[in-house]
């Protein structure tokens, strides 16, 4: 019930395409899905993050959809550029106690100029 | 913008000996973790600690782990007895305020265990 299913495992875009990473998780209790951007050698970075209330948010590039019902959320890319490469992680937690990130399996994506 | 620190950045170590990971988190955070991300894995959360004790663990966090914040800038993974399948990056985080959702990573502690 803790899991988050993420995917493909790998994705190839050509530049100035749009690249779209799913998530689903299980657990209702579930209140905060944040995606997070990982360069080789680099922890994880907070690239944007959404609460179920909200069904969209977008920040420049990169929006996040959220389907409650279905307990899925998805991050696009628009105008994918070369330096999107990377690895992609979304992840889930509740903002009561510990606040623990459980993330899914992680996207590698590869921009192709 | 604030980082948190990780050192050393890796770390190789024979199976049984003790290792410990080092973190300097943002400084006027409050909140600890530790992660770790077997390669090829995803990142899984260890233990989160707040107010000087341990908040929350999982069950990889068994007897063989413990965590501890020595002073005021500190805060450290120390493994006892290692085993090969402990071998992973670890990475530590820090975050402000309770209900402050922004999780800042550090760089991670790559841990090879022969």
């Known amino acids: 019930q803790q899991q988050v299913k993420q995917s493909p495992q790998s994705l190839i875009v050509q530049k100035g395409g749009i690249s779209i990473i799913n998530c689903a998780y299980e657990?209702?209790?579930?209140?905060?899905f944040p995606w997070y951007q990982q360069f080789p050698g680099k922890g994880p970075a907070l690239l944007i993050a959404i609460r179920p209330d909200v069904s969209e948010k977008k920040e420049g590039r990169f929006t996040i959809s959220f389907n409650k019902s279905a307990k899925q959320f998805s991050l696009h890319i628009m105008d994918s550029q070369p330096g999107d490469s990377a690895t992609y992680f979304c992840?889930?937690?509740?903002?009561?106690?510990?606040?623990?990130?459980?993330f899914g399996q992680g996207t590698r994506l590869t921009i192709n100029p | 913008e604030p980082e948190v620190t990780q050192t050393p950045s890796h770390q190789v170590t024979q199976m049984g000996q003790e290792v410990i990971l080092r973190c300097v988190p943002i400084?006027?955070?409050?909140?600890f973790y530790w992660y770790r991300q077997i390669l090829g894995q995803k990142v899984e959360f260890l233990v989160s600690?707040?107010?000087?004790?341990?908040?929350?663990k999982s069950e990889i966090f068994d007897d063989q782990f413990s965590v501890e914040r020595p002073d005021g800038s500190n805060f450290t993974l120390k493994i006892r007895s290692t085993k090969l399948e402990d071998s992973a990056m670890y990475f530590c985080?820090?975050?402000?305020?309770?209900?402050?959702?922004?999780?800042?990573f550090g760089s991670g502690t790559q841990l090879s265990v022969l």
């Open positions: 400084s006027n955070h409050l909140y």
């Open positions: 657990n209702t209790a579930f209140d905060y």
């Open positions: 992840a889930a937690s509740t903002l009561q106690g510990a606040q623990k990130l459980v």
């Open positions: 600690f707040y107010n000087n004790e341990i908040s929350e």
């Open positions: 985080a820090s975050r402000w305020y309770s209900y402050d959702e922004k999780l800042f």
